[in-house]
Nanobody, 122 residues
């Protein structure tokens, strides 16, 4: 069973920075896609940023230019550098690791972490 563990959350003032880390373990198969999602109180979980094993990244409009996602395939690890944080970035941040087998598109694993709290004070 693939385990996903996040770290790096915390409390920061508006304008500050945080770096989140996420590692997927329990498999020798590198994730095709890893990403960060967040859920604020009373809201649905939303995509923050994703990155493929080939290095292609995708960002939510709300974080583009402020957040940077990067990955280390050898470690099955992904990072999220968050700069210029705003109070509206406050949420629980979840990491997802997914491996899909091509060409039949079978999902080998699709695992979530427990989440890490990010709180941005104004």
């Amino acid at each position: 069973q693939v385990q996903v563990v996040e770290s790096g959350g915390g409390l920061v003032q508006a304008g500050g920075s945080l770096r989140l880390s996420c590692s997927a373990s329990g498999t020798i198969l590198t994730a095709n896609l890893m990403g960060w999602y967040r859920q604020a109180p009373g809201k649905q979980r939303e995509l923050v940023a994703t990155i493929t094993s080939g290095g292609r990244s995708n960002y939510a409009v709300s974080v583009k230019g402020r957040f940077t996602i990067s990955g280390d395939n050898a470690k099955n690890t992904v990072y999220l550098q968050m700069n210029s944080l705003k109070p509206e970035d406050t949420a629980v941040y979840y990491c997802n690791a997914k491996r899909t087998r091509f060409p039949d598109m079978t999902v080998v694993y699709d695992s979530w972490g427990q989440g890490t709290q990010v709180t941005v004070s104004s």
